[in-house]
């Protein structure tokens, strides 16, 4: 017995994307938003709120894992909500993106120097100075960050903490995207 050839599906990629959403500066509209994502057990990665020029709208830049299918259900749900003035999905190289970290690492006499080398070489700044540990901060894209953080585990690292990724468009306006 012959068997057919059956095309078998790929299972499709899980991506990170980078959501921006301008919403009105109100209270109750986090709740309201993060609400959207946990009512459809999508988990946010990354959500870094803050004001804008306007003191009447703030930008929440969120990063969300899923497909497309995925993203744009949950575009399409943010756009419903009352206090949210504009959506746009960031896509790949159409926006540029930082993000800073505060880092405690274990440093010795001896470490010190290469440590001091290593912070000049991908720009980042001591912010602190211990007799056993350095507070270190950084800002770039993930990539930069990832690759400075891989770098200090070999010394240590003792603390972290994150801000999440902030974007703005390379180009144009803000179109209200969806």
Same mark, same amino acid.
């Given at each position: $017995?012959?068997?057919?050839?059956?095309?078998?599906?790929?299972?499709?990629?899980? $991506?990170?994307? @980078?959501?921006?959403?301008?919403?009105?500066?109100?209270?109750?509209?986090? @709740?309201?938003?993060?609400?959207?994502?946990?009512?459809?057990? =999508?988990?946010?990665?990354?959500?870094?709120?803050?004001?804008?020029?306007?003191?009447?709208?703030?930008?929440? @830049?969120?990063?969300?894992? %899923?497909?497309?299918k995925v993203l744009d259900q949950v575009t399409r749900q943010l756009n419903?909500?009352?206090?949210?003035?504009?959506?746009?999905?960031?896509?790949?190289?159409? =926006?540029?993106?930082?993000?800073?970290?505060?880092?405690?690492?274990?440093s010795t006499e001896r470490s010190r120097a290469e440590l001091m080398q290593i912070c000049d070489i991908f720009r980042a700044k001591i912010v602190?100075?211990?007799?056993?540990?350095?507070?270190?901060?950084?800002?770039?894209?993930?990539?930069?960050?990832?690759?400075?953080? =891989?770098?200090?585990?070999?010394? %240590?690292?003792?603390?972290?903490?994150? @801000?999440?990724?902030?974007?703005?468009?390379?180009?144009?306006?803000?179109?209200?995207?969806?």
């Amino acid at each position: $017995m012959e068997q057919a050839n059956v095309p078998v599906k790929e299972p499709e990629v899980s $991506m990170r994307h @980078t959501i921006s959403v301008l919403v009105a500066n109100r209270f109750g509209v986090l @709740t309201r938003v993060a609400g959207l994502f946990s009512g459809r057990g =999508y988990n946010i990665d990354t959500l870094n709120v803050g004001p804008t020029h306007d003191e009447k709208v703030s930008r929440m @830049t969120i990063v969300v894992k %899923g497909d497309d299918k995925v993203l744009d259900q949950v575009t399409r749900q943010l756009n419903k909500l009352v206090d949210v003035i504009a959506v746009q999905d960031f896509r790949e190289g159409e =926006y540029i993106d930082r993000q800073l970290i505060l880092v405690k690492v274990k440093s010795t006499e001896r470490s010190r120097a290469e440590l001091m080398q290593i912070c000049d070489i991908f720009r980042a700044k001591i912010v602190n100075v211990e007799p056993g540990d350095l507070t270190i901060e950084i800002t770039g894209d993930q990539s930069k960050v990832e690759k400075f953080l =891989y770098l200090m585990g070999a010394f %240590g690292i003792l603390d972290i903490s994150r @801000t999440g990724k902030i974007a703005l468009p390379r180009q144009g306006k803000y179109d209200g995207g969806a």
